[in-house]
């Protein structure tokens, strides 16, 4: 049974870093392209972060883009979100989400992805 499951969420301070973690269990990692969404309370899931299944891609939501860093290590079948100065509007549940796909790629919709954990939350007080 393939299972993500998320950690590293808090409740922070604005302006404080956060290292969100998605480890996998039940399939070889490297068959995953991966990605990052968040929803915050009454809104829509959006699209945060997405790589590769090797790491070369990458792409980041314009929103947070310079705060937010996506990476992968396959060899301890994980993909991190690195959140850095972070603001009360990047309060959410975030989720980490993969797909197979036929390529190694970075998919940015939701409807696109197979698998998810079961989120981990973020908070920031300003």
């Known amino acids: 049974q393939v299972q993500f499951v998320e950690s590293g969420g808090g409740l922070v301070q604005a302006g404080d870093s956060l290292t969100l973690s998605c480890t996998a269990s039940g399939r070889a990692f490297i068959d995953f392209n991966m990605g990052w969404f968040r929803q915050a309370q009454g809104e829509e899931r959006e699209f945060v972060a997405a790589?590769?299944?090797?790491?070369?891609?990458?792409d980041i939501t314009d929103p947070v883009k310079g705060r937010f860093t996506i990476s992968r290590d396959n060899a301890k079948d994980t993909v991190y979100l690195e959140l850095s100065n972070l603001k009360p509007e990047d309060a959410a549940v975030y989720y980490c989400?993969?797909?197979?796909?036929?390529?190694?790629?970075?998919?940015?919709?939701?409807?696109?992805?197979?698998?998810w954990g079961q989120g981990t939350r973020v908070t920031v007080s300003s």
């Open positions: 989400a993969a797909l197979t796909g036929r390529y190694s790629f970075t998919y940015t919709r939701a409807y696109e992805y197979t698998y």
């Open positions: 790589i590769s299944r090797g790491g070369a891609n990458t």
